[in-house]
């Protein structure tokens, strides 16, 4: 069965920079769409970005110029930098592995960030 | 960036009851190819969203028959025939039609 498994430093100063990472197994890495995507406490979801199957990456336009996704499209694990974190990027992150039609098929069990000072 | 609206925002369901949730887009979902790109996720409390529903009416491997999905273009419906106690959560609608994808806003639903 596959499964994604997250993670990354759960606590931050406003300023820092927040970096997760993402790794697939019983599964293949390769052919997929790899999507962040997070969940402020209390709140919905809220799409970040992923890097497609051809490497290609597309990215929420409100996080562009903080963000970036990474990840060697044929190997484990592909990652999310965002930098200069305030209150307001405290939430839930989770990775989600898809195909056409199928985009947000497999999730993983989520990493909570907490940015405080 | 397309907007997602979902109806009603909040549900109290009757264990074997049916239940229905709306979901709205601003644009036409409706692919060149045919295809309808609206997904259904159901987030059960303290789990991670798992997909239902693709494509607008395609079940997920595993999911149970109970759920079905419909609709076309900007208005779309994901039913339950038979509300079970395991139903319970938030579900939200999302496209993926474009970037940024987006969500709705979720629809919460609970047992009476």
């Known amino acids: 069965q596959v499964q994604l498994q997250q993670w990354g430093a759960g606590l931050l100063k406003p300023s820092e920079t927040l970096s997760l990472s993402c790794a697939v197994y019983?599964?293949?890495?390769?052919?997929?769409?790899w999507n962040w995507i997070r969940q402020p406490p209390g709140k919905g979801l809220e799409w970040i970005g992923e890097i497609d199957r051809r490497g290609n990456t597309n990215y929420n336009s409100s996080l562009k110029s903080r963000l970036t996704i990474s990840g060697d499209t044929s190997n484990n694990p592909f990652s999310l930098t965002l930098t200069s974190v305030t209150a307001a990027d405290t939430a839930v992150y989770y990775c989600a592995r898809g195909v056409d039609g199928r985009l947000l098929a497999d999730w993983g069990k989520g990493t909570t960030v907490i940015v405080s000072s | 960036d397309i907007v997602m609206t979902q109806s009603p925002l909040s549900l109290p369901v009757t264990p074997g009851e049916p239940a229905s949730i709306s979901c709205r887009s601003n644009?036409?979902?409706?692919?060149?190819?045919?295809?309808?790109?609206l997904d259904w996720f159901l987030q059960r409390p303290g789990q991670s969203p798992q997909l239902l529903i693709f494509w607008a009416s395609n079940r997920a491997s595993g999911v149970p028959d109970r759920f079905s999905g419909s609709g076309s273009g900007t208005d779309f419906t994901l039913e339950i025939s038979r509300v079970a106690a395991e139903d319970v959560g938030v579900y939200y609608c999302m496209q993926p039609l474009q970037t940024p994808r987006t969500f709705g806003q979720g629809t919460r639903v609970e047992m009476k």
């Open positions: 019983g599964g293949s890495f390769g052919g997929y769409y």
């Open positions: 644009q036409s979902l409706l692919h060149t190819d045919g295809y309808n790109y």
